[in-house]
């Protein structure tokens, strides 16, 4: 095959192999990944308690603690590193040869603590795992199955004073004991329960359901709190509104120990708010957690739904999740933390597809339950606090930076290829096209801003028609360009083709491409940048609004100013291989966006997201791209035979 074919040969195999290595390296979340980063938490947690136990003033006061706390800052180190490979995988193992080597040098307990508490943050960042109950706790229930399971050892008080307490080595936990309870979450607590303890008389209890194990740690995590300090933890919980925006959620009640809210308001009031909290958890179910909770209860609703075997109503209850629930936020967590956007966008398609594919109930819950997890990172992200000048102006940078990018590289192709063919009398069409799709995305920020709401249905329909269509056009584009692909030698003929070629009415198709391509990003642009701006910040936004439109300027001048000095025949060659590439990009994200927005089916496949190539793992997609791929090849290879056949008859 001849040299363009080959190079665009190439080019669609180089993305292909790209999107299958990328497949064989990802790592998929599984039931292993969940326990190891667990444990590695769990010992994290039993670090940041009992090192105090082991040394004191840079002196070991019991060799054996010490010798344990060595043995599990080592496996802690294991655990991570055997974890599925992440960007956030090489700092956490350097977090944990940090805490090592604080160990090994003796540090005083309050450093260990402080490394362990946030190594273990990171780690539940990096590696999601569900944090909170999905009601609110029964600690009726909790208190029989104290009775029933632990109290023989832990005592009736939590004091370890049970009657089987004497005879076991080591002694069982004292839940009554403040200095320790003061260092211990609730999901710390829940995970040893669900785990056990190595090398002590604590059994695993995860035959128990996961709600009731939630019911037995917010009983047990009450012992070293009074009824008095409770009475004063209700009067400020009424009484304070900045502290009850504090806890959102059970998620943010489950992970906050006592000593970390001390540091907020104080130790009196942790004590109490913690007294309070841990015995009447359903107060904080009722102040409500914004969008995300709206997404939690109706997949729980789905998931309620496809037990009782309606696939239907479940299929529609997880497509609402998405849409009412998530995307409300999505621009906002886009600009936070994109990569955790992508990661909760992909887990969502992905109990989609197993309702879809009537999977057993136990996989849609498991997948489920995965989401309440990165739907509480999503709300660490999203945390007024994490807000800042350098994160408004990065997000805003990289917002237009990654959206702009694909829509000029079409429009200055275009330009540049209309100069080469000196067709600039067409150039307005173009220019018009752009133009046309800037003020159209000023007339639906107004629109949005000040006259209506734009739904999550509404812009994924959106994107998802503007990117069929605009492959569409790139396709019938691409295979034109590369028809009048000749030879040096041939420039004035292809020249005199042009004039008749380029009629009015292509002119016009031009400008649809240009509009198309344009405004599909604008709109998503604005959409972001929106949520953004609203985060505090303007002047950051501006900020970074204008680097990156600086940034683009740059590359397309870059871009015109390499196009004029290719020859006429490469560079109609390169432009279709450009072409053809984004027409496959634009196939794949067209049909994601149809798919979030409910209109075509969705088979996810076990491989992962390869957004910058427009790859979605579903069956859809591939088979969208696939075509695009098989038109393009067969167009290209149709031109290429033609050309030859036509340089024959003239020889």
Known sequence: MTTV????????????????????????????????????????????????????????????????????AGQVRERIAGLPATKAQPDLLAKAESLQATIAAKQEPAVVSTKAHALANDLLAAYPTPLAPKRAPDLARGAALYAENCAACHGETGKADGPNAAGLDPPPIAFADAERARQRSVFGLYQVIQQGLD????????????????????????????????????????????????FP??????????????????????????AYLRRHPEVVTRTGGGSLDVARQKLAASLKAYEAGDRKAAADLALAAYLDGFEPVEPSLGARDPALMRRIEGAMGDVRGAIGKAAPASEVRDQIERLDALFAAAGRALAPEKASKLSSFVGAFTILLREGLEALLIVVAMIAFLRKAERTDVLPYVHGGWIAALAAGGLTWAAATFFISISGASRELTEGFGSVIAAAVLISVGLWMHGKAQADAWQVYIREKLSH???????????????????????????????????????????????????????????????????????????????????????????????????????????????????????????????????????????????????????
Do not use: C
């Open 199 to 246: 090398g002590t008389a604590m059994a695993s209890y995860a035959h128990l359901p996961s709600d009731e194990r939630w019911d037995l740690a917010f009983y047990v995590g009450r012992f070293a709190f009074s009824d008095a300090e409770a009475a004063a933890g209700e009067k400020i919980w009424n009484e304070d509104a900045a502290v009850r925006a504090r």
């Open 501 to 651: 070629a380029l009629s009015k009415q292509s002119a016009w198709f031009l400008f649809l491409l240009a509009f198309i391509v344009v405004y599909r990003e604008v709109f998503e642009t604005i959409l972001f940048l929106t949520a953004l701006s609203t985060q505090g910040g303007a002047g950051a936004v501006v900020g970074g609004i204008t680097a990156a439109s600086l940034v683009l300027a740059a590359i397309a001048w870059a871009m015109l100013r390499f196009s004029k000095r290719l020859p006429i025949g490469k560079f109609f060659e390169y432009s279709a291989i450009l072409m053809a590439i984004l027409a496959v990009v634009l196939a794949g994200k067209g049909v994601a966006g149809l798919q979030e927005a409910g209109l075509l089916d969705l088979h996810p496949l076990a491989l992962p997201r390869v957004e910058l190539l427009g790859f979605f793992p579903t069956i859809e997609g591939v088979a969208a791209q696939a075509m695009t791929i098989a038109i393009l090849v067969g167009g290209f290879f149709w031109n290429q035979t033609s050309r030859r056949d036509d340089t024959e008859k003239t020889a």
């Open 5 to 72: 074919l080959n190079a665009v040969g190439r080019a669609i195999s180089g993305l292909m192999i790209v999107i299958l290595v990328l497949a064989g390296g990802a790592g998929v979340a599984t039931a292993q990944e969940a326990s190891s980063s667990q444990t590695a938490w769990r010992l994290l947690d039993y670090l940041s308690v009992d090192y105090a136990g082991a040394v004191k003033d840079g002196k070991v006061i019991s060799p054996s603690e010490y010798a344990e706390m060595n043995e599990f």
């Open 249 to 274: 959620d059970l998620q943010t009640l489950t992970q906050t120990t006592p000593a970390a809210l001390a540091t907020a308001v104080g130790e009196t009031k942790a004590r109490a708010l913690t």
